[in-house]
């Protein structure tokens, strides 16, 4: 009888992120502890937890910008601990990281396209439309021709998350996209990212901002020293919370 090799194995889900396993160590720190957690099609997951938990990392295994030590990292169907087959979620997943990475000489409409152009080598015509309408989706359309620095922070991280809409990603995932926000410029971009929710698309999100898990998020993951200590509903979560260290995380920071 012939059996499957561990990377030739198919999920036993059909979430579009599933982690198996996972283990992350950066020399002697071991930040992930045997992650298991899977995010299903549409749904909002939004890590939190302190500094230090494991959440970026986490994050940045589930797009690929990290490798796991061990075990198994499922993406849109792609075996990401196969390393051959890795490269398959390339462009079709977005990513927003806390800064903005524009490139100060382009555009808001050329910073949008150009991967699109560079990656997925589409003409033009083709790219500057879709351009357009991520911009749109985002509620720029009226800067596509102003450069970064003509605009508020809150209008490019919406230009960043108008780049990775324009890939036409399956899956979004954003890395604290509002900690390097004025207080005030916060609301923007977390009411984009609430409309797309409503639109279903399929996100992961690790943020401070309480008020964006509570209204938004499917699930609320609480993470702390590497482990996933607590998940659930936000009502749940945020109302009724079961660990010790739970409660004392979100009486920290619902009363700053």
Request: hydrophobic share 40%; proline share 4%.
């Amino acid at each position: 009888m012939i059996t499957k090799s561990p990377t030739e194995r198919t999920p036993a889900t059909t979430a579009q992120v599933a982690l198996s396993g996972v283990h992350k160590r950066f020399g002697e720190l071991e930040v992930l502890k045997g992650i298991d957690i899977e995010v299903g099609a549409g749904e909002v997951v939004v890590l939190i937890g302190a500094s230090g938990s494991g959440k970026s990392t986490l994050l940045r295994i589930m797009c690929d910008l990290e490798r796991a030590d061990r075990g198994e990292v499922w993406v849109n169907g792609v075996p990401l601990h196969d390393r051959k087959r890795a490269p398959e979620i390339f462009g079709h997943v977005g990513m927003v990281f806390q800064q903005f990475n524009l490139f100060p000489h382009h555009t808001a409409l050329g910073n949008v396209t150009l991967a699109l152009r560079k990656v997925r080598k589409t003409g033009r015509k083709e790219a500057d439309e879709r351009g357009r309408e991520a911009l749109a989706r985002v509620g720029l359309a009226e800067k596509a021709a102003a450069y970064p620095a003509q605009l508020s922070g809150g209008q490019q991280q919406r230009v960043a998350i108008a780049r990775a809409l324009a890939m036409d990603p399956a899956i979004m995932f954003f890395d604290e996209p509002t900690s390097a926000l004025d207080p005030e410029l916060v609301g923007e971009v977390t009411g984009v990212m609430r409309s797309l929710a409503d639109e279903g698309m399929t996100m992961v999100v690790v943020t401070h901002e309480m008020r964006f898990a509570r209204d938004t998020a499917d699930r609320v993951v609480f993470m702390d020293g590497g482990v996933v200590l607590e998940q659930g509903t936000p009502e749940r979560v945020f109302g009724s919370p079961t660990e010790a260290r739970t409660q004392q995380f979100l009486q920290r920071v619902l009363d700053t």
